[in-house]
């Protein structure tokens, strides 16, 4: 699972957060539950829309092409 998540921020997410001058580093997943813990950064990071990118584009397209995602998270300052 991990590794079809790094896949798809490599090929189809981060692109597009890099045009914007942002990117995403995945923290975690937890395969029981289904939750990948993320953290945006660069442009991404403090942005008023992130929230908003993070549910509508990365999570949606996690969750379509990845079996077994439930739930994207953003892991602001915390460890995971």
Same mark, same amino acid.
């Given at each position: 699972?991990?590794?079809?998540?790094?896949?798809?921020?490599? /090929?189809?997410?981060? =692109?597009?957060?890099?045009?914007?001058?942002?990117?995403?580093?995945?923290?975690?997943? $937890?395969?029981? /539950?289904?939750?990948?813990?993320? !953290?945006?950064?660069? *442009?991404? $990071?403090?942005?008023?829309? *992130?929230?908003? /990118?993070?549910?509508? !584009?990365?999570? *949606?397209?996690?969750?379509?092409?990845? =079996?077994?995602? /439930?739930?994207?998270?953003?892991?602001?300052?915390?460890?995971?």
């Amino acid at each position: 699972m991990k590794e079809l998540i790094e896949q798809v921020l490599s /090929t189809q997410i981060r =692109p597009m957060l890099q045009m914007d001058g942002g990117d995403i580093v995945l923290l975690s997943v $937890d395969e029981k /539950t289904g939750v990948v813990h993320v !953290r945006l950064t660069g *442009a991404c $990071d403090g942005c008023p829309f *992130a929230a908003i /990118t993070l549910k509508t !584009r990365v999570e *949606a397209l996690l969750k379509e092409k990845v =079996p077994g995602v /439930t739930s994207v998270e953003a892991a602001e300052d915390k460890k995971i």
